[in-house]
């Protein structure tokens, strides 16, 4: 039940818990990832921010007064388009479903927009370039998106639809059934297909599903982005750029890696979040083409 494999790889791993107890409390492996994706976001924003000769003390003031914002955003993100579930009991019990983060229901988009607004309100009280600064934070998120979504490898979520790929993830189908209601609503969501229980395939003596591992494939992406990044940060021609750029590169990944998601947000037939990165990808680098043809010619001007 503990377990998760990837058979075509000829990977297992036989025993891996969603978290462990100290004194009694529960401490997943989810929220590990997620603050350790902060701390590291923090330390490469500061090491680029030291090469921009802006001040380091920056950067802490910053990601202290980013948490909980990206926190509540990624969640009220998540709320807006599963309004549904919260809405079907008592005020009390709806407002204690809103809260419990510790069952999942955190929207990147959602953390990713908030903490934009907090960075901006942030510099302009700093007297800093928003661009600029931007442009240093930025590759860190990278990282600690990367990071953050090993959480869902250890929580078995944000996975994709079924498949019998080489690249498939294998997870005992007595981890949802155990948990009956969680299965339920796992089930009636779509998120784990008929089509998945229909075609278990026995690994070490255990039906599994077989999905797309998308979280693997997102942090592959994200690492791909931040070395693109670091690269292009010697190209950049106006200040923004490095984020613009960000914004495209995550877009483009974004929108392949959700058309295989089955645990999507929806607006009607279509994907909030592939509408969103499609669109972030094609607006992003038009603003990049536009924005760096005007640096040029107003440098042949002069």
């Not at 990837?6 to 791993?13: E, S, T």
């Not at 007064?65 to 969640?75: D, E, K, N, T």
């Not at 929207?107 to 302009?124: D, E, H």
């Not at 999507?264 to 990165?277: D, E, N, P, R, T």
Request: hydrophobic letters at 50%.
């Amino acid at each position: 039940m503990e377990g998760i494999y990837f058979p075509g790889l000829h990977i297992k791993f036989p025993n891996i818990p969603t978290g462990f107890r100290v004194f009694g409390v529960e401490i997943r492996f989810y929220a590990i990832a997620v603050f350790l994706g902060f701390v590291i976001a923090y330390l490469v924003a500061k090491r680029l921010g030291k090469k921009e000769g802006l001040d380091e003390e920056l950067y802490l003031d910053f990601f202290l007064a980013m948490v909980i914002p990206s926190i509540l955003g990624a969640r009220i993100y998540y709320i807006l388009f599963r309004l549904e579930n919260y809405t079907g009991g008592t005020f009390k019990e709806n407002l204690l479903a809103m809260i419990n983060i510790r069952q999942g229901g955190l929207a990147v988009y959602g953390g990713l927009i908030a903490g934009t607004i907090t960075a901006v309100i942030f510099c302009k009280k700093k007297k800093v370039s928003v661009g600029r600064f931007a442009d240093t934070v930025f590759p860190g998120v990278l990282i600690g998106q990367m990071l953050g979504r090993w959480g869902n490898f250890f929580n078995r979520e944000a996975f994709g639809s079924f498949t019998k790929s080489f690249m498939r993830m294998a997870i005992p189908m007595n981890f949802f059934t155990d948990k009956e209601q969680n299965f339920a609503y796992l089930a009636s969501e779509g998120v784990i297909s008929e089509k998945m229980v229909q075609n278990l395939e026995v690994v070490n003596g255990v039906g599994c599903i077989t999905v797309w591992p998308t979280f693997l494939l997102e942090g592959i992406w994200c690492l791909i982005s931040f070395i693109i990044l670091l690269w292009y940060r010697q190209k950049k021609r106006f200040d923004g750029e490095i984020t613009l750029l960000y914004a495209a590169l995550y877009g483009l990944g974004r929108c392949g890696i959700e058309a295989l998601r089955t645990d999507s947000l929806m607006i009607g037939s279509f994907k909030v979040s592939q509408l969103l990165a499609g669109a972030c990808f094609i607006i992003c680098l038009a603003l990049i083409i536009i924005l760096r043809k005007k640096v040029m010619d107003e440098r042949w001007r002069t």
